[in-house]
């Protein structure tokens, strides 16, 4: 079993920047792959990008594709998903979720937080 708990969201100017974290329970943290998931109201929920477990490839959504950056710290139990340049269609709740593999799809992940909320206003 593995918590996630998100950390660090809010509201921003477009432009600017956020970290979201994304805290682990548990031992095993360094085995799982990491992804981040958005939904904005309205819409269904979309991959954002996915860290593997150890060494540490990644995949990014074209649409945050050189503005997000993913990245995790097992000593720390902790994903990180760096935004840059952010903009208000970025405006979304983020998810961090645990799978066995990287993947883009969702219902490849066991383990998912309560999300925290993005607002990049204009």
């Known amino acids: 079993q593995v918590q996630l708990v998100e950390s660090g969201g809010g509201l921003v100017q477009a432009g600017g920047s956020l970290r979201l974290s994304c805290a682990a329970s548990?031992?095993?943290?360094?085995?799982?792959?990491m992804g981040w998931f958005r939904q904005a109201r309205g819409k269904e929920r979309e991959f954002v990008a996915a860290i593997s477990s150890r060494v540490g490839r990644t995949l990014v959504a074209d649409s945050v594709k050189g503005r997000f950056t993913i990245s995790r710290d097992n000593a720390k139990n902790t994903v990180y998903l760096q935004m840059n340049s952010l903009k208000p269609e970025d405006t979304a709740v983020y998810y961090c979720?645990?799978?066995?593999?990287?993947?883009?799809?969702?219902?490849?992940?066991?383990?998912w937080g309560q999300g925290t909320q993005v607002t990049v206003s204009s």
């Open positions: 548990g031992r095993t943290f360094s085995l799982y792959a």
């Open positions: 979720a645990a799978g066995s593999k990287i993947e883009l799809r969702s219902s490849y992940y066991d383990y």
